[in-house]
């Protein structure tokens, strides 16, 4: 089977996000499919661009054709990005049949967050007489509306919703990350038969290639367990939604306990969260540099429980699906989660404590009760995620699914 799949953000471990499109299409050219992924050269959630000259420039990596098409450089959720949004979809549009002829898919897949590249996607599915396939991230243009305070009037809105539409009322088949969309999908014209559920997952591989992390890191975190101290940590972007006002403050609900509070990662809210501590002086919360994704593993092991929190929103009743999760789960420790959403893998996998949100009273007691536990006992709190993750979210698995919803 010939897989087109376009994802504007598409990435690889040495690229940065996105990763899914690499893990799904390494998958099923093992399988004997061939596999084209469509993405554009410049990616807010890449760390590092590819270098690309021209339009529809190719490269192998890994043994997956990437396909690249040239934009402008942006930076987050600024205009910049509208603009890249609507660059990469035209040139798909505009080059719909040639990328039919060349590529001859017998499935095309729309996948970047957005839904405007359902109208090439469709396009070049009908030249090719291929299926078309609607991968959803997040439901747009509700996230924007209930996350950015966007009106549905806004003319960016409209244009989203109509691409929305179109996609559900035009797709054979949709694959959402996120279980509980069928609702909203239904209502703005899905067949339900049409849905199905595909969350991000692992690459089991990954955690045995021993990859280990930066010397600096690796000294702090001793030294903090040969003061006798446990720690708890948090990983990746620190960012207003990632609620870690919340974990500072169960910081200084404990700061006479033996417990030491590290973060890790990059953001926006960085700066102010290290102000935070220095206005409470702290001394038991640490901040790390960000490290690269292939060290996460020997990372995680020095944790004796992870927290993950995001701030109330009403958009997380149709579930979540965080990467972060899945490497807290996979990496076998308890897990503290601090989010009201309308799945809750801990409590599935019975793998820690859910919180309510912004809540450090009840995170800090929490804290404490994994820490009573022997090291024995949080370490099968811990397998159990570890369990929950290899049967549910390998990528394997999730890639022959996939590809069973392809052959209908």
Request: glycine share 6%.
């Amino acid at each position: 089977m010939n897989i087109l799949l376009i994802n504007h953000y598409a990435g690889s471990p040495k690229m940065g996000m996105e990763y899914r499109p690499y893990y799904l299409a390494r998958e099923w050219i093992n399988d004997g499919h061939k596999v084209y992924i469509i993405a554009a050269s410049q990616s807010h959630v890449r760390t590092n661009q590819p270098n690309v000259r021209n339009d529809f420039q190719e490269k192998i990596i890994d043994g997956i054709n990437y396909i690249w098409i040239k934009t402008f450089a942006y930076k987050g959720n600024s205009f910049g990005r509208i603009k890249n949004m609507f660059d990469f979809t035209r040139k798909l549009w505009f080059n719909s049949k040639k990328i039919a002829k060349k590529y001859q898919p017998d499935v095309v897949i729309a996948s970047s967050t957005y839904p405007l590249d359902n109208y090439p996607a469709r396009r070049i599915s009908k030249f090719a007489k291929a299926k078309y396939i609607y991968e959803v991230h997040d439901l747009w243009p509700l996230s924007p509306m209930e996350l950015g305070g966007y009106s549905k009037w806004h003319p960016f809105i409209i244009i989203m919703q109509r691409a929305e539409n179109f996609a559900y009322k035009n797709i054979d088949a949709v694959v959402s990350m996120l279980p509980k969309t069928i609702s909203h999908m239904v209502s703005h014209g899905l067949n339900p038969e049409k849905f199905n559920y595909i969350p991000n997952g692992i690459c089991p591989d990954e955690w045995n290639e021993n990859n280990k992390i930066p010397e600096k890191h690796k000294s702090i975190l001793e030294n903090i367990q040969k003061e006798g101290n446990k720690i708890i940590a948090y990983t990746g972007s620190h960012g207003i939604a990632n609620a870690l006002d919340n974990f500072i403050n169960a910081a200084e609900i404990l700061k006479n306990k033996k417990i030491s509070f590290v973060l890790i990662g990059k953001g926006p809210e960085k700066e102010n969260l290290k102000k935070l501590t220095q206005s409470k002086e702290l001394n038991n919360v640490i901040f790390l540099d960000s490290i690269s994704k292939n060290e996460i593993p020997d990372l995680l092991s020095y944790f004796d429980i992870l927290y993950i929190g995001l701030k109330h929103q009403p958009l997380f009743r149709f579930g979540i699906s965080p990467n972060k999760m899945i490497d807290y789960m996979m990496a076998g420790k308890p897990i503290i989660q601090a989010i009201n959403a309308g799945n809750n893998m801990v409590e599935e996998a019975n793998c820690g404590i859910s919180v309510t949100p912004d809540t450090p009273d009840e995170t800090a007691e929490a804290i404490i009760k994994l820490i009573n536990l022997s090291d024995g006992e949080r370490k099968i709190i811990g397998e159990k995620g570890r369990k929950y993750i290899l049967k549910n979210h390998n990528y394997t698995k999730l890639a022959e699914q996939f590809i069973n919803i392809l052959s209908k």
